[in-house]
């Protein structure tokens, strides 16, 4: 694949104005916005459970270099409007599926088999529990967004939470190709339409798609296994609209010093091994604070049924 079809290039390739309201910030616990203190913020009122500050997340995950309670911004900080070059999707003359191949080469056809039906049958505790904050996630996008990617879509547990946004169109991406039939059978599932929805193979550092042609992005533990984290949150930049949407959730190495934080480094390795490349030591919280997305809502939470792959981030970053 990696071609847009005919209709969904004309879904794409068209500009309609997104309604962002001040509701879309009223269901996470912190706001951080170029130039303004987030330390005067409100108290948070997410779901329980997740308490810790945007701050309190940097920290945690290692960053030291950016002062949250002031525009102030040293010289490596890309957070506002000093942004990072953002990386072209591939090269005009380099075949979509070489870039794929390069950046994710191809397991055999077995293994991608047991890891897609792994997806399908072995995450469905995790998803329950994830269940409320994902759909107050999705619910603060309804009535804002029509045209919507999803990177590292999977088997398409998401689908449900925003299939039925009236007359919405959904690309989902993914490097590994016996997901489709599974995301396919979960849009339908849903009761999105075929013709609402086109599945490519790719790479989130490398999206074959126009800037500015989607409203939203979603990601949902998809950072943990990519190549490069920054050059794919550039890319998430680079093809959404001005004011689009980044809805995320994440799991992050543990805080330094803790007996989790010591079982993932040990596991690490082997974590990559069976997991498709998935990382269990990711600062990811810091790396999309220091994306230089507008503004930047962002909550933690540890789940029962995540085991090693706690904590958890979820939110929205905005265009």
């Avoid at 308490?51 to 525009?71: A, F």
């Avoid at 047991?114 to 505790?125: F, G, N, R, S, V």
């Avoid at 396919?184 to 599945?199: I, V």
Wanted: charged content about 20%.
């Amino acid at each position: 694949m990696g071609v847009i079809s005919s209709n969904l290039s004309s879904w794409f390739s068209s500009n309609p104005t997104i309604k962002q309201t001040s509701s879309t910030r009223k269901t996470v616990n912190l706001t951080l916005k170029t130039g303004k203190s987030p330390c005067s913020s409100a108290a948070s009122n997410a779901p329980k459970g997740s308490k810790t500050s945007v701050q309190d997340l940097l920290v945690k995950n290692g960053s030291s270099r950016y002062c949250l309670c002031c525009p102030r911004r040293d010289s490596l900080g890309v957070l506002g409007t000093g942004l990072p070059p953002v990386f072209p999707s591939f090269s005009a003359d380099e075949d979509p599926m070489a870039v794929v191949n390069r950046i994710h080469p191809p397991r055999p056809d077995w293994y991608e088999e047991i890891y897609a039906l792994a997806m399908e049958k072995a995450t469905k505790a995790y998803e329950a529990e994830i269940a409320g904050y994902k759909s107050q996630l999705f619910a603060s996008l309804r009535g804002k967004v029509d045209k919507i990617l999803e990177i590292g879509i999977g088997t398409g547990p998401n689908l449900k939470y925003y299939a039925d946004y009236p007359g919405v169109n959904v690309c989902g991406v993914d490097p590994i190709r016996k997901m489709e039939k599974y995301a396919r059978a979960a849009a339908e599932n849903a009761g999105l339409s075929p013709s609402n929805f086109e599945f490519m193979q790719a790479v989130a550092e490398a999206l074959p798609l126009d800037d500015a042609s989607v409203d939203a992005v979603v990601g949902t533990l998809v950072l943990c296994s990519v190549k490069d984290v920054d050059r794919a949150l550039q890319e998430v930049k680079r093809v959404l609209k001005p004011g689009g949407f980044y809805v995320f959730v994440e799991h992050v190495a543990a805080k330094d010093g803790t007996i989790l934080r010591f079982v993932q480094g040990i596991l690490n390795p082997l974590q990559q091994t069976v997991a498709d490349g998935c990382h269990l030591t990711r600062k990811t919280a810091t790396n999309i604070a220091e994306a230089g997305f507008a503004s930047l809502d962002v909550n933690e939470v540890v789940l029962s049924t995540a085991f090693i792959t706690n904590p958890q981030v979820y939110g929205i970053a905005y265009r």
